[in-house]
């Protein structure tokens, strides 16, 4: 980037912290009314707010979704919590609304960036992200503070009560065998006759800790994104190198996200329970479809389910880590309980090509000074290329394009997993 064409704030000028509270503040705004609405009408379709205030099981779902964690209380022996689990923090994150969360904060963010001119002064830049992420986790505080009741759990609202035996042993007929209900656990019966009451409360400090690395986090992944949002002039080199890579794989991702909650929608129309599956997916699509895509690129995982809610597992993940010790949970495994699995192989292979044909299609091709195509249909070059740099040819640009891919896929599954 030539000095002439520097718009940013300069050396020594004041930040214009009036439009940097603003922009955070819609930023921060949006982001929340957008998870609090997200995780409500999941609640809502899954008829949890039936059992318990909608207002506080909100705070604590978004709490969850950014980063943060649930500690329960009371009696949940019956749904298979006993000892030391039944007090231990719940960190799992729906992150179908911290999605939602995301693409508003990034997206307001990003959006105040690209007023600061063609480059942007490395103070300014801080400043603007370090007053999101301090307005969110103050907002986070909120949550914590809110995130408090008490949920009265019936056990046959669980649709336990349609499984083999669910209506206390016996009526599970098998030819030639006979009624073998009875050899069927106790404990789904107890279950479905259980009325627990189960507390919740969203545990400030972890919250606070999760919100700041979450929001940090995304302000990060969207600046390295984004294609258009003005960096620092040092951070040239990451607009052309590293940008091209992250925005492929973080489109393939959101496609996959969306092609899952196509799925869930076909699979609601025939079902008894339309609401459910809805709501199920506004909240946990992408924890679905981001699991998947590491499992069909063959990463490996490590799991172990107990207890009568093992069987609310989706198959075959039910099937297979229906044991005491731990299960490798692989594409291949998997596949030998329902060989259907191969297609996330498949999906996954389409997904990482579909990445590499982005990553290529954003990549900048540079012929020499001021050229504004490469040969071979290159993209234009931004100010500051030398005229030292030439067309690299097809196959090492290929390469190229494909090396940047895999590192920036390999430093992405590690999340995926997480």
């Known amino acids: 980037m030539s000095a002439s064409t520097y ?9 214009p912290w009036g439009d940097v509270l603003l922009s955070a503040i819609a930023a ?18 899954l008829e949890a ?7 506080p099981m909100t705070a604590a779902v978004v709490a969850l979704g950014a980063g943060g964690s649930v500690t329960p209380s009371g009696d949940v022996s019956a749904f298979g919590l006993t000892g030391a689990e039944a007090a231990t ?7 179908g609304v911290s999605l939602v969360g995301a693409v ?20 300014e830049l801080l400043a603007r992200a370090g007053t999101v992420v301090a307005l969110f986790v103050a907002t986070l505080g909120g949550l914590a503070w809110a995130g408090h009741d008490v949920i009265t759990i019936d056990g046959s609202s669980l649709g336990l009560d349609d ?20 050899l069927l656990p106790d404990q789904v019966g107890d279950l479905i006759d259980a009325k627990a009451a189960v507390g919740f409360t969203v545990d400030t400090a972890p919250t606070l800790l999760g919100g700041l690395a979450w929001s940090a986090g995304v302000l990060l992944i969207a600046l390295l994104a984004s294609r258009r949002t003005p960096l620092p002039r040092a951070w040239d080199a990451a607009h052309r190198v590293v940008r091209p890579a992250v925005s492929a794989l973080v489109t393939v991702l959101l496609v996959a996200v969306v092609a899952g909650l196509a799925a869930a929608a076909y699979a609601a129309i025939g079902d008894d329970h339309p609401k459910r599956i809805a709501g199920a997916a506004l909240l946990g699509a992408p924890n679905g479809v981001w699991l998947g895509i590491p499992i069909g690129l063959f990463v490996p995982f490590d799991g172990r389910a107990s207890g009568v809610l093992v069987s609310l597992l989706p198959d075959p993940l039910d099937d297979l880590l229906n044991s005491d010790a731990d299960q490798s949970v692989t594409l291949s495994r998997l596949a030998d309980l329902d060989s259907r699995v191969w297609l996330l192989g498949v999906a996954a292979a389409v997904t990482m090509l579909l990445a590499g044909v982005l990553t290529a299609a954003r990549t900048p091709v540079v012929s020499g000074v001021g050229a504004m195509a490469g040969s071979g249909g290159g993209v234009v070059t931004g100010a500051g290329d030398h005229g030292d740099v030439r067309d690299p040819g097809t ?21 995926l997993a997480w």
């Open 104 to 123: 508003l904060l990034s997206w307001f963010f990003l959006r105040s960036l690209r007023g600061a001119g063609v480059v942007i002064a490395p103070a």
């Open 28 to 45: 921060v705004s949006w982001a929340l009314i957008g998870m609090a609405g997200t995780a409500a009408l999941g609640l809502h379709l």
């Open 49 to 55: 707010d039936s059992a318990s205030s909608l207002g």
């Open 163 to 182: 499984l083999p035996g669910g209506g206390g042993g016996g009526g599970l007929e098998i030819p030639g065998v006979g009624d073998i209900g009875g």
């Open 395 to 415: 196959l090492r640009f290929a390469g190229r394009c494909a090396l940047r891919l895999g590192v920036v896929t390999a430093l992405a599954l590690p999340l």
């Open 7 to 15: 718009v940013g704030t300069s050396k020594g000028a004041r930040l």
């Open 89 to 95: 923090a719940i960190e799992i994150a729906p992150l």
